[in-house]
C-alpha cells in the first residue's frame, strides 16, 4: 500500500494504481478531497454531474457536489484516514471501495461507483453513485 499525509489526512491505497489513467484520476480525487483541494475534483468532474448517495439523497452539478464534500470533510470530528482498498476500472464505468474513518473515531465503509463521460484518459466523471455504511 501506498500511504501519504495530506492536509493532516492520511490516505492509503493500493500500489498498482498507477497501471491505468483511470485509477490514476480516482485516487486523485480521493487525494484532492483529503487534501482539501476542491479546484483538482472541479476540474476531473462535470458541470452537470449528478452524485447519488443510495438511500438519502441526489446531488446535481459540481458546485454542489463540492459543498457537500466540504460538509462531509468536517463530519463526526473531522477526516481523519481514507483507505482505498480496491480500484477497479473497466471502459468508463470505475469503482472504488474502502473505508473512511473519523477523529471520533466512527468510521464508514463505502463502495463509490464512477462512470466518465468517455473513454479518454481526459474523460470527466459524469456520474457517481455512493454507497456508504456506518461500522
Known amino acids: ?22 485509477k ?13 483541494n476542491y479546484a483538482h475534483i ?3 468532474t462535470t458541470e452537470d454531474l449528478i452524485w447519488q448517495m443510495i438511500g438519502k439523497e441526489v446531488i446535481e452539478g459540481h458546485d454542489q457536489a463540492l459543498e457537500k464534500l466540504k460538509q462531509y470533510r468536517e463530519v463526526e470530528g473531522g477526516l481523519k484516514e481514507i483507505a482505498i482498498f480496491n480500484a477497479i476500472t473497466h471502459g468508463n464505468i ?5 473505508k473512511l474513518t473519523f477523529n471520533n473515531s466512527s468510521s464508514f465503509a463505502f463502495c463509490d461507483i464512477f462512470k466518465f463521460r468517455g473513454f479518454s484518459k481526459t474523460a470527466k466523471v459524469k456520474e457517481i453513485s455512493s454507497y456508504v455504511i456506518k461500522i
Open 42 to 44: 472541479q476540474e476531473n
Open 1 to 22: 500500500m501506498n500511504v501519504e499525509l495530506l492536509n493532516g489526512v492520511k490516505i492509503s491505497y493500493p500500489k498498482d494504481c498507477g497501471n491505468a489513467p483511470k
Open 24 to 36: 490514476i484520476v480516482l485516487v486523485g480525487l480521493y487525494k484532492a478531497f483529503a487534501a482539501s
Open 94 to 98: 470505475c469503482a472504488v471501495n474502502g
